[in-house]
């Protein structure tokens, strides 16, 4: 989708912006979509069980997806013609 706005190699200036080794927002992101996907469409089970999320692994994920956000609120502002 940055790509769409002019945004070209959208993973390494993510990275640079919010100040993470390279290549971690990525993983990061897709950590995000596979746990998205398991609670979608498997109602978050591990075996028989549902899994566990606690309140502190939410708020860190908040807060990487807070700063995913604002990066590309950046970039996308420095790709403006």
Request: glycine content about 8%; charged content about 35%; cysteine-free.
């Given at each position: 989708?940055?790509?769409?706005?002019?945004?070209?190699?959208?993973a390494?200036?993510?990275?640079?912006?919010?100040?993470?080794?390279r290549?971690?927002?990525?993983?990061?992101l897709?950590?995000?979509?596979?746990?998205?996907?398991?609670?979608?469409?498997?109602?978050?089970?591990?075996?028989?069980?549902?899994?566990?999320?606690?309140?502190?692994?939410?708020?860190?994920?908040?807060?990487?997806?807070?700063?995913?956000?604002?990066?590309?609120?950046?970039?996308?502002?420095?790709s403006?013609?």
């Amino acid at each position: 989708m940055l790509s769409l706005v002019g945004v070209t190699d959208w993973a390494t200036k993510l990275d640079k912006e919010r100040g993470v080794p390279r290549g971690e927002t990525q993983e990061f992101l897709r950590r995000i979509t596979l746990r998205r996907n398991k609670i979608a469409h498997e109602g978050d089970r591990v075996g028989r069980g549902r899994a566990t999320l606690d309140v502190s692994e939410a708020r860190a994920d908040l807060q990487d997806l807070e700063s995913v956000v604002r990066a590309i609120q950046v970039v996308t502002e420095r790709s403006r013609p």
